[in-house]
């Protein structure tokens, strides 16, 4: 089965077919780099993850490229909030952000471009609309004319003809009724960041920096644009617009878009007490794998509800997995292999990636795990040497996909638990359980668990 995926250009699920045989190209929005993301932003960010790993288990070489916008309407209004440098607000939040993305094990991406680092390329394509026609200077801002491009709108199904359309604005987002002129370079204001230009000096747009560094760094046309719902309009229809019309050529061939997280069923809002950074969440005790696992476990082009209930069953998910993992670990085994387990991985790792290949279902490929895990348990007393290394290296695989397995610690870690273990074990041979137990409690507060078996006290990671 091929990979086919819903393309919000065509609104149909297409075949995947890659430019460059055996490559990707990948573009994600990135953040807004004014404060601290809240759990919202990384659903977007754990799919784009979910996304990239899966090509990447396909065999594709992936170019993932996600934007830093440090210079816009916000960063800029937070910068005067706060009385203090432009450069000074977005390198905390970078850090901040960067952080939030390691802690939720998101893989890294090849580029972070910063939107101030990379103006030349921004007025180079203004230049080209500037040349083409498609772009006016006005009240010292340049603007593109979205009724010079008979295409406008084809991404977001908005209709030029039966909507209002409006003059041109300087703000970097508007509504999808009012259809407007977009800025791409803002004529310089008392108290912001400005650069020179043959225009005259000021700053980008949001729009345009996108466009400038996507093609920067993926070419004219690249493979796969991501990013939430709410871009759809005017940002990612904006980014078509300025970018075809600079370079005469379809600008990207598929568009993913994730849904919204509400939280109890509600839109998150500050007034309604349900906005939680991730930051809040893990404050709260919360293992930030429970965290990525909720995130991803819906698929993409559905509402997301985030609940605590929902964030404790995923707690629940991940021990299955864990336990699951230490259990065959640790079963002892005869040297071979058998034909049903084999059999049984084969067939489990088929139907996981016929439902990655059906437009991300990654539901169904959960539920193939772990119906594979229910499988394995049922003749755990049979399994033998190699089974073993092949349940465990298919484990490995799936988890490629889904980046939620905790590793066991350190080689000092276990060295240390070890020691701890030597320590328990001649405790409770000299019948000092007091000792002993005060030991097992210690690990226990730190998140290890002891498990006696007749080959000796094993221990995991919860």
Same mark, same amino acid.
């Given at each position: 089965?091929?990979?086919?995926?819903?393309?919000?250009?065509?609104?149909?699920?297409?075949?995947?077919?890659?430019?460059?045989?055996?490559?990707?190209?990948?573009?994600?929005?990135?953040?807004? &780099?004014?404060?601290?993301?809240?759990?919202?932003?990384?659903?977007?960010?754990?799919?784009?993850?979910?996304?990239?790993?899966?090509?990447?288990?396909?065999?594709?070489?992936?170019?993932?490229?996600?934007?830093?916008?440090?210079?816009?309407?916000?960063?800029?209004?937070?910068?005067?909030?706060?009385?203090?440098?432009?450069?000074?607000?977005?390198?905390?939040?970078?850090?901040?952000?960067?952080?939030?993305?390691?802690?939720?094990? &998101?893989?890294?991406?090849?580029?972070?471009?910063?939107?101030?680092?990379?103006?030349?390329?921004?007025?180079?394509?203004?230049?080209?609309?500037?040349?083409?026609?498609?772009?006016?200077?006005?009240?010292?801002?340049?603007?593109?004319?979205?009724?010079?491009?008979?295409?406008?709108?084809?991404?977001?199904?908005?209709?030029?003809?039966?909507?209002?359309?409006?003059?041109?604005?300087?703000?970097?987002?508007?509504?999808?009724?009012?259809?407007?002129?977009? &800025?791409?370079?803002?004529?310089?204001?008392?108290?912001?960041?400005?650069?020179?230009?043959?225009?005259?000096?000021?700053?980008?747009?949001?729009?345009?920096?996108?466009?400038?560094?996507?093609?920067?760094?993926?070419?004219?046309?690249?493979?796969?644009?991501?990013?939430?719902?709410?871009?759809?309009?005017?940002?990612?229809?904006?980014?078509?617009?300025?970018?075809?019309?600079?370079?005469?050529?379809?600008?990207?061939?598929?568009?993913?878009?994730?849904?919204?997280?509400?939280?109890?069923?509600?839109?998150?809002?500050?007034?309604?007490?349900?906005?939680?950074?991730?930051?809040?969440?893990?404050?709260?005790?919360?293992?930030?794998?429970?965290?990525?696992?909720?995130?991803?476990?819906?698929?993409?082009?559905?509402?997301?509800?985030?609940?605590?209930?929902?964030?404790?069953?995923?707690?629940?998910?991940?021990?299955?997995?864990?336990?699951?993992?230490?259990?065959?670990?640790?079963?002892?085994?005869?040297?071979?292999?058998?034909?049903?387990?084999?059999?049984?991985?084969?067939?489990?790792?088929?139907?996981?990636?016929?439902?990655?290949?059906?437009?991300?279902?990654?539901?169904?490929?959960?539920?193939?795990?772990?119906?594979?895990?229910?499988?394995?348990?049922?003749?755990?007393?049979?399994?033998?040497?190699?089974?073993?290394?092949?349940?465990?290296?298919?484990?490995?695989?799936?988890?490629?996909?889904?980046?939620?397995?905790?590793?066991?610690?350190?080689?000092?870690?276990?060295?240390?638990?070890?020691?701890?273990?030597?320590?328990?074990?001649?405790?409770?041979?000299?019948?000092?359980?007091?000792?002993?137990?005060?030991?097992?409690?210690?690990?226990?507060?730190?998140?290890?668990?002891?498990?006696?078996?007749?080959?000796?006290?094993?221990?995991?990671?919860?």
């Amino acid at each position: 089965m091929s990979l086919r995926f819903y393309n919000t250009l065509t609104k149909t699920v297409e075949d995947f077919k890659e430019i460059n045989p055996g490559q990707v190209g990948l573009y994600m929005c990135g953040p807004t &780099v004014y404060d601290v993301a809240h759990i919202g932003n990384f659903r977007s960010n754990l799919f784009q993850d979910l996304v990239k790993r899966y090509l990447m288990y396909r065999g594709f070489k992936v170019t993932h490229v996600m934007n830093l916008t440090d210079i816009d309407d916000k960063t800029i209004k937070k910068s005067q909030d706060l009385h203090i440098s432009l450069e000074e607000v977005t390198a905390k939040y970078i850090k901040a952000f960067m952080e939030d993305v390691a802690t939720l094990n &998101v893989s890294k991406a090849d580029v972070y471009p910063r939107a101030t680092r990379h103006i030349p390329e921004m007025i180079a394509i203004i230049g080209r609309l500037m040349e083409k026609g498609f772009a006016y200077v006005k009240d010292n801002s340049v603007y593109f004319g979205i009724d010079r491009f008979k295409d406008y709108g084809k991404l977001a199904n908005v209709a030029k003809d039966r909507l209002m359309i409006g003059a041109s604005v300087d703000a970097d987002e508007y509504d999808k009724e009012n259809v407007q002129d977009f &800025v791409l370079w803002k004529g310089k204001k008392e108290g912001e960041p400005s650069w020179p230009t043959p225009y005259g000096d000021g700053r980008p747009g949001w729009h345009i920096e996108c466009s400038a560094m996507s093609m920067k760094y993926l070419g004219e046309t690249f493979d796969i644009h991501m990013g939430g719902v709410d871009l759809i309009f005017p940002h990612h229809e904006n980014e078509i617009a300025q970018s075809e019309c600079a370079t005469g050529k379809k600008f990207v061939n598929y568009w993913l878009h994730c849904q919204h997280l509400v939280v109890d069923n509600q839109k998150m809002s500050k007034s309604l007490g349900n906005f939680y950074t991730l930051r809040e969440v893990l404050d709260r005790g919360y293992d930030p794998m429970a965290i990525r696992y909720l995130l991803i476990s819906t698929h993409y082009r559905k509402l997301l509800n985030f609940t605590f209930a929902g964030l404790d069953n995923a707690a629940q998910s991940l021990k299955r997995i864990q336990d699951f993992i230490f259990s065959v670990k640790n079963q002892a085994g005869e040297a071979g292999e058998t034909a049903g387990i084999t059999a049984l991985i084969d067939k489990s790792e088929h139907d996981f990636k016929e439902n990655m290949d059906n437009d991300f279902n990654i539901s169904g490929a959960l539920g193939v795990f772990f119906d594979f895990i229910h499988q394995v348990n049922l003749r755990l007393s049979d399994i033998k040497a190699k089974d073993r290394e092949n349940i465990l290296a298919f484990v490995g695989r799936i988890d490629s996909v889904i980046g939620v397995i905790k590793e066991q610690g350190t080689d000092a870690l276990d060295r240390e638990i070890m020691e701890k273990i030597d320590l328990r074990n001649q405790a409770r041979k000299e019948k000092n359980f007091k000792a002993a137990d005060a030991i097992r409690d210690e690990l226990k507060a730190r998140g290890i668990t002891l498990v006696d078996t007749p080959d000796g006290t094993r221990w995991k990671q919860e």
